[in-house]
């Protein structure tokens, strides 16, 4: 079983940036696309930001475009999301999820209910 674990989570202000990690562990990661999901207080969790096994295809929900970047080191097992201009409607829990997959359109996996393999999160908040 992928076992993820997410951190860099914690308060910014408006236009601020994070980076969050997630690190993969129990298999070798670049069998898996992966991505990064957020769940806000009282909604559904939804998709942020998805990426294919070698990095081959990347996909990100509209309201992110621009100021995220989705990345990976299949060498060290880690996934990353870079959070700049960050926007109070963006606070919420971010979660990691992979899945062993070998297609190459990230679009075609990029959602909750695809994903197999879930870390437990890490709180973003954006606050003044």
């Known amino acids: 079983q992928l076992q993820l674990v997410e951190s860099g989570g914690g308060l910014a202000q408006p236009g601020g940036s994070l980076r969050l990690s997630c690190a993969s562990s129990?298999?070798?990661?670049?069998?898996?696309?992966v991505g990064w999901f957020r769940q806000a207080p009282g909604k559904e969790r939804e998709e942020v930001a998805c990426l294919t096994r070698n990095s081959e295809s990347i996909t990100y929900t509209d309201p992110v475009k621009g100021r995220f970047t989705i990345s990976r080191n299949n060498a060290n097992g880690m996934v990353h999301l870079q959070m700049n201009n960050l926007k109070p409607e963006d606070t919420a829990d971010y979660f990691c999820a992979a899945l062993s997959w070998y297609g190459v359109d990230a679009g075609a996996i990029c959602n909750t209910r695809a994903m197999r393999n879930w870390g437990k999160g890490t709180l973003v908040t954006v606050s003044s």
């Open positions: 129990g298999f070798a990661l670049e069998h898996f696309a």
